[in-house]
């Protein structure tokens, strides 16, 4: 049984740092990619980040550039997102999802899902 387990939510004031883990058991996504995507009250779900997991090409969205970065831990299973500069438009429900191959922003390209973990950026 595939299981992505996320971690590292919580409450910040703006301007400050939190980083999310994603750990992923019962497979590895060693040809695939995995993601960050978050979704606020009132709308879409949407990518933020996604990791190839070989070769290490990243995706960010416009809105996180230069303030989040994405990794991966190949011996842990691991990818995290390391979130600075937070902003209160950041709130939102983080959800880490994998795919079994290439994928991007879009969230159909996924096969696997954690359940999320709230980020919440106080003003």
């Known amino acids: 049984q595939v299981q992505l387990v996320e971690s590292g939510g919580g409450l910040v004031q703006a301007g400050g740092s939190l980083r999310l883990s994603c750990v992923a058991s019962?497979?590895?996504?060693?040809?695939?990619?995995m993601g960050w995507f978050r979704q606020a009250p009132g709308k879409e779900r949407e990518c933020v980040a996604a990791?190839?997991?070989?070769?290490?090409?990243?995706y960010y969205a416009d809105s996180v550039k230069g303030r989040f970065t994405i990794s991966r831990d190949n011996v842990k299973n691991t990818v995290y997102l390391q979130m600075n500069s937070l902003k209160p438009e950041d709130t939102a429900v983080y959800s880490c999802?994998?795919?079994?191959?290439?994928?991007?922003?879009?969230?159909?390209?996924?096969?696997?899902w954690g359940q999320g973990t709230q980020v919440t950026v106080s003003s």
């Open positions: 990791i190839r997991w070989s070769g290490g090409i990243t």
């Open positions: 019962g497979r590895t996504f060693s040809s695939g990619t």
């Open positions: 999802a994998g795919a079994l191959g290439i994928a991007t922003r879009n969230l159909k390209g996924y096969d696997y």
